[in-house]
């Protein structure tokens, strides 16, 4: 079945809101992607504060629907079907994005779908690359770090790897505010470490022993390592080499990721790998992906870096491809699956 899906998506600081088509080969087309961040106001604190956060939503939400339906020159009757991220993310702001999903839900009489927000990740891709073979995803963000076996984006999404502790684009966050770096650290890590040398320090690789498990991962001994490193350097007052220990940690990081995502697809008998979250952004876990998929003869699926951070059109081309599947919408009781800061 084609159709045009709203997506609305408040798991954490960016109210997003997309818009998109799909027709009846599955192929979808992006028609709006606007987003309202509070990220601003987070700065201050070092990370999101959730209640600023659900504040925030509250206040963007109806205007940045309206703003996307005007970009997308699309009025109330023409939609099909609303989707909303059901969880996992912040409490108080996914019930703002739930709550005015089963709002236009049911003032405009269209099924409404609550979607699961690291699916959403994955589905964005179509939108760049067209229908989505089986793959296998290493979603990457603040609040994830997971390696996914996705035989087909409306069926059955088997978690097959995960974080111990931090995850991924925390571990960026947080090193970055060890080297004075601004929140969200992960875009500064990124540029700051082109200018420095990733041998430079060695940093450990987490969960890389011959006893560890294959396909989880494990950050925070690596974020204690970066901390020593800059306390032992503070504590005799040498400088700290802010370009090297980001190129050095972002290494550490992106070297286990690919390494483990490219054996789980090998593996698992997978052709594709594909990478999501907010940290699929990063430029030198693109680079070193590309590179390893290369030599594994997989293929490799990146979304450009606007759809890997959080945003709506990944709600929408998700819920696009359930409407599509003729999957059952939700009830309008729908609850939402929260998780605490
Ligand atoms: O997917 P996302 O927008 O939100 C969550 O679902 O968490 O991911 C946000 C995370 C933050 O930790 C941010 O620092 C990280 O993604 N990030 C990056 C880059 N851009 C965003 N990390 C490393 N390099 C980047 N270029
Ligand atoms: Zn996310």
Same mark, same amino acid.
């Given at each position: ?78 939609? +099909? ?12 702001? =996914?019930?703002?994005?739930? /709550?005015? $999903? ?17 699916? $959403? ?30 035989? +087909? ?43 420095? +040398?990733? $041998? ?24 204690? /390592? ?20 980001? /190129? ?22 997978? +052709? ?8 699929? $952004? ?6 070193? /992906? ?17 759809? !890997? ?13 359930? =409407? ?11 609850? !939402? ?5």
């Amino acid at each position: 079945m084609s159709g045009l899906v709203l997506g609305i998506e408040t798991s954490c600081d960016e109210t997003g809101v997309g818009l998109v088509r799909i027709d009846g080969n599955g192929r979808v087309t992006l028609l709006a992607n606007e987003i309202a961040s509070s990220v601003d106001e987070h700065a201050r604190f070092g990370g999101v504060v959730p209640e600023v956060a659900s504040r925030a939503h509250l206040q963007a939400m109806v205007p940045t629907v309206r703003r996307a339906m005007a970009t997308a020159g699309v009025r109330p009757r023409d939609i +099909d079907a609303v989707a909303v991220t059901a969880g996992p993310g912040l409490a108080g702001a =996914l019930l703002v994005g739930v /709550a005015a $999903a089963k709002a236009y839900a049911a003032a405009w009489d269209v099924p409404l779908y609550g979607v699961n927000h690291l699916t $959403a990740h994955v589905a964005v891709d179509t939108v760049q690359h067209g229908p989505l073979p089986p793959a296998l995803a290493l979603l990457v963000s603040g609040g994830h770090s997971n390696l996914l076996d996705v035989p +087909d984006l409306a069926g059955r999404i088997t978690s097959i790897g995960a974080t111990i502790d931090d995850a991924a684009g925390e571990a960026f966050d947080k090193v970055a505010r060890l080297l004075g770096l601004p929140f969200p650290g992960g875009p500064h890590i990124d540029r700051m470490a082109r200018d420095g +040398d990733n $041998a430079a320090i060695a940093f450990p690789r987490g969960l890389t022993g011959p006893r560890d498990a294959p396909f989880d991962f494990s950050f925070s001994g690596l974020k204690t /390592a970066v901390a020593r490193y800059v306390e032992a350097l503070e504590r005799v007052g040498r400088p700290i080499p802010v370009a090297d220990v980001a /190129a050095s940690f972002q290494e550490a990081v992106v070297d286990v990721l690919t390494a483990k995502a490219v054996r789980a697809a090998r593996e698992r008998g997978m +052709d594709t790998l594909l990478l999501g979250g907010g940290v699929a $952004a990063n430029s030198r876990l693109r680079a070193l /992906a590309q590179e390893r998929c290369a030599a594994a003869g997989l293929a490799l699926r990146v979304p450009r870096p606007a759809l !890997c951070t959080d945003n709506g059109a990944m709600v929408a081309a998700l819920g696009a491809h359930l =409407l599509a599947a003729g999957a059952k919408p939700s009830d309008l009781d729908l609850p !939402c699956e929260c998780v605490t800061a």
